[in-house]
């Protein structure tokens, strides 16, 4: 390998190494109080190091936002293979959970940092991953509805959506946010979980269908 | 009135500015990244006139969020005039869904800021107002337990009160969070409260109470 190999793989880890603490700043910080001088200093570089890898402050927040969601969106992708859109539903409620707890810097940043204004038809969030995270979501919600899995009265499979990933979303988020404090009384996160996704699944599912919830398949016992 | 009144009503509505400038200040970019001095410039005031009324950011902090979670329990606490622990668990998410939205800045920095480390047995949130809101959540899950309402498998009062008090947080903080942003179709806010209940009560409820579950009362119409 010669010289400009190795000047593009140093490129590149450099790239990665900013990445890396820019979403970490950004997570722990919010969009709004970390500067690019900031981030520089962390990785002991000088802030124009910075400038010749991302034009400006919001430049790298939405390379970040744009890697992260790809493979957030193609992680979860893969619970397309489950043709059973209830069980579906359940595996990907029980896989966003995993991802948020093994990549809490990631959701941190994905979910729970309130982006910049989007620069509009630009905005590379629009339709990307965390979109199809999402319409693969409401494309589960769906098929359950059109196969008649979901109790009288549902009928909108974005609602339904919504309200699936916000309890999800609760769960993950008093853990990341008070997980540590000692004045409630916590069940071990994964409980949480489970009981969580029991409780979505006996709200939706008509009463004939209550009995075919899977079972539940804990991945980790993390207390 | 004497010039005494005079001075003690002056200190008294300048240390409520204090309050609520550094309440918003928290809220918005997190415990961490607030100064005293930012707090300071924000109302036009020297740090040495905040030091006469806080100790220091953790005091302020702690006086804050004693003041919020007091204020926000006595709130939650009206709920207990309903007698039925289905329907005051119904109230108490409604309740809590209008603070979170009449309260933003409040709710920002109670359930969605990480809070400094707690200084122990002194920790002033400890047994107070947010563990008695909390505590009147886990009331009203063991009583419809004891009254046999909930379906057969469930039997952890406070595992309940915490899935149900995520499931709404969920709403809500993604509401907070990523409410304005155009790519997801967001349903209003309303909607996706009064789902997400409906979900909640039907996911915990035996199947013979399903049909006592209160109707909803929506409060506003928030688009």
Redesign the interface.
């Known amino acids: 390998m010669g010289p400009i190999d190795r000047r593009e793989r140093e490129r590149l880890a450099l790239r990665a190494r900013i990445m890396k603490k820019a979403r970490r700043l950004f997570a ?3 969009y ?2 970390v500067t690019m001088r900031q981030i520089a200093e962390a990785i002991e570089y000088s802030p124009r190091t910075i400038y010749l890898h991302f034009k400006d402050k919001e430049d790298l927040f939405w390379e970040l936002c744009s890697e992260d969601f790809r493979s957030f969106g193609e992680g979860m992708a893969q619970v397309l293979a489950i043709a059973d859109p209830v069980a579906r539903l359940r595996q990907l409620g029980s896989a966003y959970a995993q991802f948020a707890m093994s990549h809490q810097h990631h959701y941190r940043l994905m ?5 910049p204004e ?1 620069v509009g038809p630009q ?1 590379p ?3 990307n991953p ?2 199809d995270a ?1 319409a693969l979501l409401v494309v589960t919600t769906r098929e359950a509805l059109e196969q008649g899995r979901f ?1 009288p009265g549902l009928e ?1 499979p ?3 959506a ?2 699936v ?7 993950i ?2 853990e990341l ?2 997980g540590q ?7 071990p996160f994964q ?2 979980v489970e ?2 996704l ?7 599912l008509r ?1 004939s269908e209550t009995e075919s919830i899977p079972p539940s398949k804990p991945k980790r016992s993390r207390p």
Do not use: N
Not at 111 to 115: A, D, G, S
Not at 165 to 171: E, F, K, N, P, T
Not at 181 to 187: D, K, L, N, Q, V
């Open positions: 722990e910080k919010g709004e109080a979910f729970m940092t309130r982006h989007p905005d969030c629009k339709g965390e979109a999402y109790r909108d974005e609602l339904l919504q309200i990933w916000a309890c999800l979303h609760g769960v988020s008093l946010t008070h404090e000692a004045y409630i009384p916590w069940r409980a949480r009981a969580a029991g409780m979505v699944l006996h709200g939706l009463e």
